[in-house]
């Protein structure tokens, strides 16, 4: 059984960092793009960032450049993404996600939550 497991959110205040991390079990994804998106409430989920299996591609979001950093650990089968300087509109479930051969996000963890205080 494949799973995503999602962990490190938390409450944090404005300007304060966090480290999210992304287990992955059940099949390695070493060869797989992975990505972390966020769904704040009563708005569409949005993709956050992305890596490609090497790491040698990534993707942010406008809103986060600069300030988030994906990065993979393939012997650990594990994606992490390292918030800093967050804004209270960074409030947000967090979901990991990997992409299956076809190159659909079809894997998904169960979510984080993100709380930033102003």
């Known amino acids: 059984q494949v799973q995503l497991v999602e962990s490190g959110g938390g409450l944090v205040q404005a300007g304060g960092s966090l480290r999210l991390s992304c287990a992955a079990s059940?099949?390695?994804?070493?060869?797989?793009?992975m990505g972390w998106f966020r769904q704040a409430p009563g708005k569409q989920r949005e993709t956050v960032a992305t890596?490609?299996?090497?790491?040698?591609?990534?993707y942010y979001a406008d809103s986060v450049k600069g300030r988030f950093t994906i990065f993979r650990d393939n012997a650990k089968n594990t994606v992490y993404l390292q918030m800093n300087s967050l804004k209270p509109e960074d409030t947000a479930v967090y979901y990991c996600a990997a992409q299956d051969s076809v190159g659909r996000y079809n894997y998904w963890g169960q979510g984080t939550q993100v709380t930033v205080s102003s």
């Open positions: 059940g099949r390695t994804f070493s060869r797989n793009a």
């Open positions: 890596i490609s299996w090497n790491s040698y591609s990534t």
